[in-house]
């Protein structure tokens, strides 16, 4: 079946701007996490979405950064007023419950000028 | 207490030969162990993973060696391809319920033929 997707692919946006990020899970999977894998670093935890709920935001780095899920499925992260700092790729992932194995969309780069 | 430190940053390996990647963490709380490989442009896919119970996994050309007393684990790549060449990143979870992955910072590969 299809994986997980996110779009757009590639955004390029001016410092100060609100972007938004979107996600489409594997269908049927209920937890729902974003990650940021920041140049030639590993990957780190944004949050975690158990259906729509998401009780765990620790991750977050500002209060710029917010997400949400709607009906189960899609999730959005978004960036208000964009810092140059925020450039990274966004990476979304999804899993069957909240302990099992996590499957990774392509990522969003986005770059902030 | 929640890092997870990989090393070496980056490898080079001749065709046939085994690749060693190792990483260490400090929080005892961590029970769930995955290695995920990531190809440019590519979002993370699961490789392997392992629970403290068990001192070794294998799967194909790629084996988990987990030591518990020690607070590290090991992904071995027997018989390296030029295919493998990718970044190869350690993960840890923390018991809870759901699976909120600490990643290692990555291991560059690249198998020379």
């Known amino acids: 079946g299809a994986g997980v997707s996110q779009s757009p692919s590639n955004k390029v946006t001016e410092k100060g701007k609100d972007v938004e990020l979107r996600c489409d899970p594997i269908?049927?999977?209920?937890?729902l996490y974003w990650y940021r894998q920041s140049l030639g670093q590993g990957l780190e935890f944004l949050i975690y979405?158990?259906?729509?709920?998401?009780?765990?935001k620790s991750g977050l780095p500002s209060d710029r950064f917010s997400a949400e899920r709607t009906g189960g499925s899609v999730s959005t992260l978004t960036i208000q007023r964009t810092q140059q700092e925020d450039s990274a790729v966004y990476l979304c992932?999804?899993?069957?419950?909240?302990?099992?194995?996590?499957?990774f969309g392509p990522g969003t780069r986005l770059t902030v000028t | 207490q929640q890092q997870v430190k990989q090393s070496p940053q980056s490898l080079i390996v001749q065709k046939g030969g085994i690749s060693i990647i190792n990483c260490a963490y400090e929080?005892?709380?961590?029970?769930?162990f995955p290695w995920y490989q990531q190809f440019p442009g590519k979002g993370p896919a699961l490789l392997i993973a392992?629970?403290?119970?068990?001192s070794e996994k294998k799967e194909g050309r790629f084996t988990i060696s987990f030591n518990k007393s020690a607070k590290q684990f090991s992904l071995h790549i027997m018989d390296s391809q030029p295919g493998d060449s990718a970044t190869y990143f350690c993960?840890?979870?923390?018991?809870?319920?759901?699976?909120?992955?600490?990643f290692g910072a990555g291991t560059r590969l690249a198998v020379h033929p």
């Open positions: 269908s049927g999977h209920t937890a």
């Open positions: 992932a999804s899993s069957q419950g909240p302990s099992y194995e996590q499957y």
């Open positions: 979405f158990q259906g729509n709920s998401a009780p765990d």
């Open positions: 392992i629970r403290p119970d068990v």
């Open positions: 993960a840890a979870a923390l018991s809870g319920g759901y699976n909120k992955l600490i």
């Open positions: 929080n005892t709380a961590f029970d769930y």
